[in-house]
T-cell receptor, first 114, second 117 residues
Framework: GNSVTQMEGPVTLSEEAFLTINCTYT??????LFWYVQYPGEGLQLLLK?????DKGSNKGFEATYRKETTSFHLEKGSVQVSDSAVYFC?????????????FGQGTILTVHP | GAVVSQHPSRVICKSGTSVKIECRSL??????MFWYRQFPKQSLMLMAT?????????EQGVEKDKFLINHASLTLSTLTVTSAHPEDSSFYIC?????????????FGPGTRLTVL
């Protein structure tokens, strides 16, 4: 079946530090990959996505590249801010009969200190 | 952006009672909504796919008679936890799908915290 494995947290960084949150996946076929962010008290929001191999998703300074050879979709940001403190979820959508269904990783709590 | 609301945000009930959770898409129509369950420090687990005007499709291991889903309109889906027990205590999250493109985007509600005493 499909699965997503995320870097365990929590992750604590100082403002302006470099961020990497690892994500690897197992899926049949060619899934689409996503990063969602959940700010305190709010619902999950789509942060970025990539639909095919070598695609790079980017948004708000965050980036992730769809690596088929390593089945990975690591999230990176060059300089984090306090406002980036949230829970980050990696997810995949396998398509086909599973179209629309998302499989999530366990989430990584990020805390950024001033 | 698209907004999805859930009501109530938290509910405490006695064992054996039933609890209804509403999920609404406020500014778009959603033919498909999804219901997830999230345990503490764990991932979101898809429970069922809800399609407007038809029966919900449940994931393996999810009891249909326990978790009743009704998608009566293009903006409302409800999840009823019947005869709730303490093990049903969890965080329930819905999402609504928007768009007709090949890859629709899901918009998530803020979640409902259910505690069964």
């Amino acid at each position: 079946g499909n699965s997503v494995t995320q870097m365990e947290g929590p992750v604590t960084l100082s403002e302006e530090a470099f961020l990497t949150i690892n994500c690897t996946y197992t899926a049949t076929g060619y899934p689409s990959l996503f990063w969602y962010v959940q700010y305190p008290g709010e619902g999950l929001q789509l942060l970025l996505k990539a639909t095919k191999a070598d695609d790079k998703g980017s948004n708000k300074g965050f980036e992730a590249t769809y690596r088929k050879e390593t089945t990975s979709f690591h999230l990176e940001k060059g300089s984090v801010q306090v406002s980036d403190s949230a829970v980050y979820f990696c997810a995949l959508s396998a398509g086909g009969t599973s179209y629309g269904k998302l499989t999530f990783g366990q989430g990584t709590i990020l805390t950024v200190h001033p | 952006g698209a907004v999805v609301s859930q009501h109530p945000s938290r509910v405490i009930c006695k064992s054996g009672t039933s609890v209804k959770i509403e999920c609404r898409s406020l500014d778009f129509q959603a033919t498909t909504m999804f219901w997830y369950r999230q345990f503490p420090k764990q991932s979101l687990m898809l429970m069922a796919t809800s399609n407007e005007g038809s029966k919900a499709t449940y994931e393996q291991g999810v009891e249909k008679d326990k978790f009743l889903i009704n998608h009566a309109s293009l903006t409302l889906s409800t999840l009823t936890v019947t005869s709730a027990h303490p093990e049903d205590s969890s965080f329930y999250i819905c999402s609504a799908e928007r768009g007709l493109e090949s890859l629709n985007e899901q918009f998530f509600g803020p979640g409902t915290r259910l505690t069964v005493l």
